[in-house]
């Protein structure tokens, strides 16, 4: 065989294995689910706007985030995109009885762990707020473990097991942060206690949250058991964090009576549970 020959029967073999490794990824991948990756990955190129914008005005002037500068060493690896807003028409019903039409799905990303990624789909602005809120998150400490996610809402909504809610693409379940990564984590959520939790990362995770109310389509409440409320509230108390905010965030210190953002739901001792509301265009939405 002539060397000319030969470097055309390795050209068409590489070819050749190339076709079938391509076709045979395209073909487990639904067609939706490739159009958002390719939006996402676009998206993710552009730098984030909005969110970024809020958070560096809002950071340098609460006392607890001084708390976490120490730890602010490497270089951050940005959860970044571009916020669009709601997008009018995708959450029909109510979280206990509905579903999602047009769903947005959260991307993957190398700081948080997406557990089961079919049930990774929400409306836009509810994947766009979570984003931008773990964005801001994990930026602000960029030594902390990878964050387990857990559901969001099935392709098409509906009912999935072990959920009441989760239906309309509104309600999303999210690990908590540890002062050392629990082995399980982040395949399962672990229970978090006075001596595992690593209550400034996990504060600042709600924080980030409670901060998107104002917004169309914005954090409409989080459930949190009593004990991790309990921890959390002790912590940022210590650490100089304003009572009266603290008090809209909490239900601590008056139990079941207190007003705050975050309601105690019986089993979420490891995890919490983060429902936003209907956009304003979202006619269906209940
Ligand atoms: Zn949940």
Known sequence: MTSRALVLVVTLALAFVTTVVVSDAEARTPKRAKQQKATASKSSRAKATKGRASRTSSASDTPHREHTRGRAKKPSRRVAFVYQGPAAGQSVGAPWAGRLQE?????????YYIRRPYRAFGTRSTVELVQRALGEVLDAFPDVHVLAVGDLSAEKGGWITDHHSHQSGRDIDLGLFYTEKPQSYPGSFVEATDDNIDAAATFALLEAFAQTTSEDGGVQVMFLGFKVQAMLY?????????????????????????????????????????????????????
């Open 103 to 111: 769903p947005a799905q959260l991307p993957g990303a190398e700081r």
């Open 234 to 286: 002790n912590w940022a108390l210590d650490h100089g964090v304003d009572q009266d905010r603290l008090a809209r965030m909490f239900q601590l210190p008056h139990g079941r009576g207190g007003a705050g953002l975050i309601r105690h739901e019986p089993n979420h001792d490891n995890h919490i549970h983060i429902r936003f509301k209907c956009p304003s265009d979202d006619t269906a939405c209940r």
